[in-house]
């Protein structure tokens, strides 16, 4: 960790010239003494006012460029290991599984293994893509699509290895590392503008059997999900969105996540089960085939809200465990409103 003193004359901690810098007050009271001297005058210089409590207390403590805070010296040890700075989500280390796997091999097994991993993996993925050209659009309450973005750098990589991409002195005898999203990002963790869609250039789609393929065999990451409310397949520029759980139909199943169509409103921000809004703040479809945004709990209404159900019922204003309960207005299919306070589902005042 690196710390600088409270004044503007830096300190680094553990600098034995440090004690041999001369104060500006003692400078300054040296001075006027010389110069009383030279004067002839003999006249007494005056005294340096006192530092008060407060900043006494202020200059003691050493500030610390990571977080800012002002710490005691005899605290700084301690500060130190507590303070660290996270990294980002594209700098953090992944687990390359082929040093583990082939740690225990002799070079023939080494070459055998290899071989079959190149011959499996070709298979696997020529299934999955000839699966998913025949799939068909299943209907969802949010109507885009969704997809994975990959490193172009890393997935040329994996075509070198099985075969069907220019060869590579790193892959000809070992797989690809981790997947590695990390040349996609700054610094800072953005992700960096302008980059260009295509395997010969910086990044590559993958509809989501293809990803979580890539994913169980070599991990890494970090996963960069997109949405497209138009339904076509997501690229880079596209609604940023997270899930983690299940899958099914290409779409979230039960899990948690955030996404969101700009579009329309549609989406959630939590957990999802079914396919339907579970625990979140959203707009979506419920279990129950209610069209519901809002707050919801278990499934149920739980907050303000507004609520279409499939006979074209609608409920609007507050609700608890999926009633109406506290102000809200109760609109039946023929158009007959009732509005006021509610308690539990039941109209109790107008």
């Not at 990959?150 to 997947?179: C, K, M, N, Q, Y």
Request: proline share 5%; glycine share 12%.
């Amino acid at each position: 960790m690196i710390l600088a003193t409270a004044d503007e004359s830096a300190v680094v901690l553990g600098d034995h010239k440090a004690s041999l810098r001369t104060s500006p007050s003692v400078s300054s009271q040296n001075q006027s003494a010389g110069d009383g001297g030279l004067g002839g005058e003999g006249h007494a210089t005056k005294a340096a006012l006192p530092l008060s409590d407060d900043e006494i207390e202020e200059y003691s403590r050493i500030k610390c460029c990571v977080c800012g805070e002002r710490v005691r010296p005899e605290e700084v040890a301690e500060h130190s290991r507590q303070c660290v700075l996270a990294p980002a989500p594209n700098l953090r280390l992944q687990l390359d599984k082929w040093c583990l796997a082939s740690a225990s091999l002799t070079a023939p097994e080494q070459r055998a293994f290899l071989h079959m991993r190149r011959t499996e993996e070709l298979a696997r993925v020529e299934k999955i893509e000839a699966d998913l050209s025949k799939r068909l659009t299943q209907l969802w309450w949010m109507s885009g699509r969704f997809g994975y973005i990959v490193s172009s750098t890393w997935l040329r990589e994996w075509r070198s290895f099985v075969g069907v991409g220019r060869p590579s002195s790193f892959t000809r005898d070992r797989p690809p590392s981790p997947i590695n999203n990390m040349d996609l990002f700054d610094l800072d963790g953005s992700v960096r503008s302008g980059l260009q869609e295509g395997v010969q250039h910086d990044f590559h789609k993958l509809e989501q059997p293809m990803w979580d393929f890539f994913q169980q065999v070599y991990g890494g990451g970090p996963a960069l999900l997109r949405y497209n409310a138009s339904g076509a397949l997501p690229s880079l520029v596209d609604e940023p969105a997270t899930f983690e759980g299940d899958w099914r139909d290409l779409r979230p199943f039960s899990g948690t996540g955030r996404v969101f169509d700009a579009n329309s409103g549609c989406g959630f921000d939590g957990e999802i089960r079914g396919g339907f809004l579970w625990t979140c703040t959203g707009k979506g479809l419920l279990r129950s085939g209610s069209h519901f945004e809002g707050r919801v709990s278990k499934g149920l209404p739980d907050g303000e809200g507004r609520e279409v159900r499939p006979d074209g019922t609608r409920l609007e204003g507050n609700f608890r465990e999926g009633k109406l309960h506290g102000i809200g207005k109760f609109t039946d299919a023929r158009g007959v409103v009732e509005d006021g306070e509610w308690d539990n589902g039941v109209l109790s005042g107008i």
